[in-house]
C-alpha cells in the first residue's frame, strides 16, 4: 500500500515537471504549441462572461443587502411616526394602515428580488467554476499531447540503434496516442459548451432584468399611492390646525363658593362709595374711637 502510493506520488511528480519542461520550451519558442482558434475566441467569451457575471452577482448582493436595510430603517421611522401622531388627530387610522401597507410591500420587494433574480443568479454563476476547472484540465492535457508529440519527433529524428528505436518508438506512439484521445474527448466537450453557455447569457440576463424591472415598478408604484395619501392627511391636518382646532385654551372660571376676606370698608352697591358708620339720630359719621361709651350700670350718689 506504501509502495503503491509512493509510486503514484512519483508518478505525479513526473507528469508534473514533463509539463513544467513543456510549457518553457514553448515560451521560449524551442518547440510549437499546438494552435486552436476557434476555442481560444470560446475562452475569451467565457472569461469576459464569468468577468460580467461575478460582478452583476457581486452588485446585486449589495443591493439586497441595502434594501433589507432600507426596509428596517423605513419600519423604524413609520414606528415612530405613528408614535407620534395623537389619536385625535384627524386621519390617525389612516396613517396607521398605510404605514403597515408600507411595511408589507417592502418584504414583499426584498423577499421576490432575493427569490426570483439572487438566487438564479447565484446558480448560473455556480456553473463558471466548474467550467473553468474543465478548461484548465482540457489545457494540461494539451500540454501533455505537445510533449508527447515532441517526444514521437525527437525518437524519430535520433540517431539510435534500429531495434532499441522501434521499442522506444512503439511506447512513444502508445503515450501520444493516449494523451490525444484524452485531449481530443476534452476539447469536443468544450467545443460545444462553451458556445452554448455564452449563447445563454442573453435569455438569461433579459428574463431577469424583467423580474427586476417590474420588481422595481410595482413597489415606487404601490409606495407612490400610500404617500400621496399621507400627504392629503397631512395637508387636512395643516388646515386644522390653522383653524385652531387642535390650540390649548386656557381655563378662566372662577369659584363663586370660595371664602373672601372681609373689609371693614364695604363698598356700595348703589354708587359705589365707601360707607362710613353714622350716627343713628343726626345721621352724623361717627367713628368707633368717638361714639359714646354705654355703661352697663349707673353710679348712685354718695350717701353720708
Same mark, same amino acid.
Given at each position: 500500500?506504501?509502495?503503491?502510493?509512493?509510486?503514484?506520488?512519483?508518478?505525479?511528480?513526473?507528469?508534473?515537471?514533463?509539463?513544467?519542461?513543456?510549457?518553457?520550451?514553448?515560451?521560449?519558442?524551442?518547440?510549437?504549441?499546438?494552435?486552436?482558434?476557434?476555442? @481560444?475566441?470560446? !475562452?475569451?467569451?467565457? &472569461?469576459?462572461? =464569468? /468577468? #460580467?457575471?461575478?460582478?452583476?452577482? +457581486?452588485?446585486?448582493?449589495?443591493?439586497?443587502?441595502?434594501?433589507?436595510?432600507?426596509?428596517?430603517?423605513?419600519?423604524?421611522?413609520?414606528?415612530?411616526?405613528?408614535?407620534?401622531?395623537?389619536?385625535?388627530?384627524?386621519?390617525?387610522?389612516?396613517?396607521?394602515?398605510?404605514?403597515?401597507?408600507?411595511?408589507?410591500?417592502?418584504?414583499?420587494?426584498?423577499?421576490?428580488?432575493? @427569490?426570483?433574480? !439572487?438566487?438564479?443568479? &447565484?446558480?448560473? =454563476? /455556480? #456553473?463558471?467554476?466548474?467550467?473553468? +476547472?474543465?478548461?484548465?484540465?482540457?489545457?494540461?492535457?494539451?500540454?501533455?499531447?505537445?510533449?508527447?508529440?515532441?517526444?514521437?519527433?525527437?525518437?524519430?529524428?535520433?540517431?539510435?540503434?534500429?531495434?532499441?528505436?522501434?521499442?522506444?518508438?512503439?511506447?512513444?506512439?502508445?503515450?501520444?496516442?493516449?494523451?490525444?484521445?484524452?485531449?481530443?474527448?476534452?476539447?469536443?466537450?468544450?467545443?460545444?459548451?462553451?458556445?452554448?453557455?455564452?449563447?445563454?447569457?442573453?435569455?438569461?440576463?433579459?428574463?431577469?432584468?424583467?423580474?427586476?424591472?417590474?420588481?422595481?415598478?410595482?413597489?415606487?408604484?404601490?409606495?407612490?399611492?400610500?404617500?400621496?395619501?399621507?400627504?392629503?392627511?397631512?395637508?387636512?391636518?395643516?388646515?386644522?390646525?390653522?383653524?385652531?382646532?387642535?390650540?390649548?385654551?386656557?381655563?378662566?372660571?372662577?369659584?363663586?363658593?370660595?371664602?373672601?376676606?372681609?373689609?371693614?370698608?364695604?363698598?356700595?352697591?348703589?354708587?359705589?362709595?365707601?360707607?362710613?358708620?353714622?350716627?343713628?339720630?343726626?345721621?352724623?359719621?361717627?367713628?368707633?374711637?368717638?361714639?359714646?361709651?354705654?355703661?352697663?350700670?349707673?353710679?348712685?350718689?354718695?350717701?353720708?
Amino acid at each position: 500500500m506504501a509502495e503503491s502510493k509512493g509510486a503514484l506520488i512519483a508518478k505525479t511528480l513526473q507528469k508534473h515537471a514533463g509539463r513544467t519542461k513543456e510549457k518553457i520550451l514553448q515560451n521560449l519558442g524551442k518547440v510549437d504549441r499546438t494552435a486552436d482558434e476557434i476555442f @481560444d475566441e470560446h !475562452l475569451q467569451n467565457f &472569461n469576459k462572461q =464569468q /468577468a #460580467q457575471t461575478s460582478r452583476l452577482q +457581486k452588485e446585486f448582493n449589495n443591493y439586497i443587502r441595502c434594501i433589507r436595510a432600507a426596509q428596517v430603517a423605513s419600519k423604524s421611522l413609520w414606528d415612530a411616526v405613528s408614535d407620534v401622531y395623537e389619536t385625535s388627530w384627524q386621519g390617525r387610522d389612516v396613517v396607521l394602515q398605510d404605514t403597515q401597507a408600507l411595511d408589507v410591500l417592502w418584504q414583499d420587494y426584498s423577499h421576490k428580488l432575493a @427569490d426570483q433574480v !439572487l438566487i438564479p443568479l &447565484n446558480t448560473y =454563476q /455556480a #456553473q463558471f467554476p466548474e467550467t473553468k +476547472k474543465k478548461i484548465d484540465k482540457r489545457g494540461r492535457k494539451l500540454v501533455d499531447f505537445d510533449k508527447e508529440r515532441h517526444n514521437l519527433q525527437g525518437l524519430q529524428n535520433s540517431n539510435q540503434g534500429k531495434q532499441r528505436n522501434e521499442a522506444r518508438l512503439g511506447k512513444a506512439k502508445e503515450n501520444l496516442d493516449e494523451a490525444r484521445r484524452t485531449y481530443e474527448i476534452l476539447n469536443s466537450e468544450l467545443h460545444d459548451e462553451l458556445p452554448a453557455l455564452y449563447d445563454s447569457r442573453v435569455l438569461f440576463i433579459v428574463t431577469h432584468l424583467q423580474t427586476l424591472f417590474a420588481s422595481e415598478h410595482l413597489f415606487h408604484t404601490e409606495t407612490a399611492k400610500l404617500f400621496t395619501e399621507l400627504e392629503s392627511v397631512a395637508d387636512k391636518l395643516a388646515t386644522d390646525c390653522q383653524r385652531g382646532a387642535y390650540t390649548l385654551r386656557k381655563s378662566t372660571t372662577i369659584n363663586s363658593n370660595a371664602a373672601s376676606p372681609k373689609s371693614p370698608i364695604s363698598s356700595n352697591s348703589t354708587n359705589g362709595n365707601a360707607s362710613l358708620p353714622a350716627s343713628p339720630a343726626s345721621g352724623e359719621i361717627l367713628w368707633p374711637e368717638l361714639q359714646p361709651r354705654k355703661n352697663k350700670r349707673e353710679c348712685s350718689p354718695l350717701q353720708y
